[in-house]
């Protein structure tokens, strides 16, 4: 099991950026994936966005050309860069990392977009 710490939620304006950080226990080279997930209230969880080993980045249609997924590899992390930010974000967003077939979960960050 992977622990993941995740940070940057918070409240922000549409059209406004934040960016959410998620620390991982292991090694990020040991680790097939990782990215996040979002869930609104009384939905399933939606992927995204995600990252694999190799760098390839991958989004879901609604985010594409707002958000942006990258890693830092000496400090074990992958970032989502949010911009342009509607209230139709406002959701909680999960860290996820898969490795040898197993996923783990952050906690869980609250963003909400409201003027």
Known sequence: ?????????????????LRLSCAASASIF???????????????????????????????????????????????TVYLQMSSLKPEDRAVYYCYADRLGRRSWGQGTQVTVSS
């Open 30 to 76: 040991s680790i097939d994936s990782m990215g996040w997930f979002r869930q609104f209230p009384g939905e399933q969880r939606e992927l995204v966005a995600g990252i694999t080993s190799g760098g390839t980045a991958a989004y879901a249609d609604s985010v594409k050309g707002r958000f942006t997924i990258s890693r830092d590899n000496a400090k074990n």
């Open 1 to 17: 099991q992977v622990q993941l710490v995740e940070s940057g939620g918070g409240l922000v304006q549409p059209g406004g950026s």
